[in-house]
């Protein structure tokens, strides 16, 4: 299964790697990547899939490295296959919150981390960061959800009210893209490599509801949770940080699971489009990869 995921055998030697695997030595790693053969089949391969994960992880990375650090990730962390972009928009974000500055700081090493964790697993077969609009894509989205008139502009960046509701588009959006991802993942390790992935999007996306509500922005991330939903289809796959006047931390379903989206439906929302379009939003041109178009 890692021989129908990567391209060749650098690739996965390099997941094995990163992912902890090294210690089988070579002639253990020599088993588990022969163990299997590789099968033809209409699904995307695994490292498609990690490659559709690793332009989001490009996508928070970038807004969160703005707005703790004020600059962007180091060019060493943004080539590979396909045309790299760079980033419009973004600066460091004036906090007055301890707490959301020290919050801050964590989710956007932890981004930065999995950038490098994506990247050094694919190897070769890693895609570049596409090109990331952070300024007139936060303005479209407020629009949509309602939060601004026509003629006004929405600064993620400008202070830290703002930036907890930017971070609150993506979280939720990170957690159900990488539980709807888990389905078409084949490989054991991979998917355990993802799996901890989604645990941190998780522990993030729960710290941003718990701020939203204690700073009352409630009303406002209802709003973009209506929205994110009038994207991505007829289901109601999304919830507000609060649901009959009571807090609600975990958008669940009525056994208390996540939330699942396709990444079709993922890249509804961050090409702020319902249809089925190929670049837009958050991604001006696209995202690089073989899985890139909105459903």
């Known amino acids: 299964m890692i021989s129908r995921s990567a391209e060749n055998d650098n690739d996965r030697r390099n997941f094995l790697k990163a992912a902890g695997l090294a210690g089988l030595g070579t002639l253990g790693a020599a088993a588990l990547v022969n163990s299997v053969a590789p099968t033809a089949e209409a699904a995307p391969s695994d490292s498609a899939v990690l490659n559709f994960a690793l332009n989001l992880e490009y996508l928070e990375a970038q807004f969160y490295q703005m707005a703790h650090y004020g600059h962007g990730l180091p060019s060493s962390l943004t080539d590979g296959k396909g045309t790299r972009g760079g980033v419009t928009g973004g600066h460091k974000v004036p906090f007055k919150s301890k707490y959301l500055m020290q919050l801050s700081r964590e989710i956007a090493i932890d981004e930065l981390r999995h950038v490098e964790f994506l990247r050094k697993a694919l190897g070769s077969a890693k895609v570049a960061q596409p090109a990331i609009n952070l300024k007139s894509s936060f303005t479209a989205a407020a629009r949509a959800a309602g939060l601004i008139g026509a003629n006004q502009t929405f600064d993620p960046f400008a202070n830290e009210r703002n930036f907890l509701l930017g971070a609150f588009i993506f979280e939720d959006v990170g957690v159900t893209a990488y539980k709807g991802a888990a389905p078409l993942i084949n490989n054991k390790t991979y998917l355990e490599a993802a799996a901890g992935i989604l645990a941190v999007e998780a522990y993030h996306a729960g710290a941003v509801r718990g701020q939203i509500d204690v700073l009352g922005l409630d009303a406002a991330a209802d709003k973009i949770s209506n ?69």
């Open 227 to 295: 929205a994110r939903d009038s994207l991505d289809g007829k289901s109601d796959l999304d919830q507000g940080p609060t649901m009959k006047g009571k807090v609600n931390v975990t958008p669940v379903d009525g056994n208390g699971i996540a939330y699942s989206r396709t990444p079709g439906q993922v890249l509804n929302i961050v090409y702020l489009n319902p249809g089925a379009v190929k670049k837009g939003g958050f991604f001006p041109n696209g995202v690089n990869g073989a899985v890139n178009t909105s459903a």
